[in-house]
């Protein structure tokens, strides 16, 4: 698996958010939280994923969009180590539940940890 993230992997589907939501699991590791789902696409793709930035905490557009950035980066890094060995299809969305802006290095590890927590949720 590569280290890119393109159009076809990102969660855009309006219903699937709604299903996403109102049937996932979720698992959480402050200051990011997984909402997951084992669903089927068309396209040959391991994972569909969004992300998200509350807007209560943070109320202007920047500090939202540095957020998601540093999200997307970091999801794309790890994703080759989480995805090469698991079979089935899944919607994610991860979610930023901190009230404070984090550094990319705080956001990488807690992405590790969170992945890990799901790997485990999964397989077990």
Request: glycine content about 4%.
């Amino acid at each position: 698996m590569k280290f890119t993230y393109p159009k076809k992997e990102k969660l855009k589907s309006k219903t699937l958010i709604n299903q996403l939501f109102s049937e996932g699991q979720s698992v959480s590791v402050y200051p990011l939280r997984l909402v997951y789902l084992k669903t089927t696409f068309p396209e040959n793709i391991v994972a569909k994923t969004g992300v998200s930035v509350g807007k209560r905490y943070f109320k202007k557009a920047v500090d939202r969009n540095l957020i998601k950035r540093l999200l997307r980066e970091s999801y794309r890094l790890n994703k080759p180590s989480y995805f090469n060995n698991i079979t089935a299809q899944y919607a994610f969305m991860i979610l930023y539940i901190g009230k404070e802006k984090s550094s990319f290095a705080k956001i990488q590890s807690k992405m590790n940890t969170l992945f890990n927590k799901f790997s485990e949720k999964v397989n077990n």
